[in-house]
């Protein structure tokens, strides 16, 4: 956070983007798009501190709706997915200070509430940190469906082993980025062999 305030404090307070070059036209956009998502995480995360001291009442706003909208432009709806799952997370201090900090989005977060634990609540926010959310999605579907597996003795849900699934999955992904760089072989293409016989013609010997 502390180098990404070094860097705004260097960009020109007037930006004059037609006389910007093709590279620092691009490099502005992803600077400031960057920007726009790490301060939109930070404040939904003070969203759920903000509800729990009604602080919204001290700055002329009656709700915490009309609060996050005329300060982040936040509809309704995502106001009440952030509380939610603050709510969930009231238990579960890694995943938690994930939410608080701005570190990790609402979104990627409330794909693990289903499946997450008081145990396993360190564990998980290490793998959000890590993985995208398209891998995240796929740790949470196997994680469900091995718990969905019935005992044939007791008919109880067999525990999951968390480690292993983690690891099985870890190494899923390093085999498939080895693979990716992998030099590729070229083929080459082989033409079908050619009947050398075709042109030729043969005498037909007529019976007597």
């Not at 960057?34 to 759920?48: A, T």
């Not at 998980?124 to 718990?147: C, G, H, P, T």
Request: overall charge positive; aromatic content about 8%.
């Amino acid at each position: 956070m502390e180098n990404m305030l070094k860097i705004i404090e260097k960009i020109p307070i007037v930006l004059e983007p037609a006389k910007l070059t093709d590279s620092e036209l691009f490099r502005h956009c992803k600077l400031f798009g960057s920007l726009s998502r790490l301060c939109l995480r930070k404040f939904e995360g003070l969203l759920p501190e903000v509800f729990r001291r009604r602080l919204y009442r001290k700055h002329g706003c009656t709700s915490i709706y009309e609060f996050a909208a005329k300060l982040g432009g936040m509809s309704k709806e995502k106001v009440d997915k952030i509380l939610y799952i603050s709510e969930k997370l009231a238990d579960k201090p890694a995943l938690k200070r994930l939410l608080e900090s701005g570190e990790v989005g609402w979104s990627k977060i409330q794909v693990v509430i289903c499946v997450v634990t008081t145990a396993s609540d360190e564990e998980w926010a290490n793998k959000l940190r890590q993985y995208s959310m398209s891998v995240i999605e796929i740790l949470v579907r196997d994680f469900r469906d091995a718990n969905r597996v019935e005992s044939s003795h007791t008919g109880e849900i067999e525990p999951v082993n968390m480690r292993g699934l983690f690891d099985s999955l870890s190494n899923a992904i390093t085999v498939c980025e080895a693979e990716a760089n992998e030099p590729r072989m070229e083929v080459t293409k082989v033409s079908p062999p050619v009947d050398r016989f075709q042109n030729l013609s043969f005498p037909v010997s007529k019976e007597r």
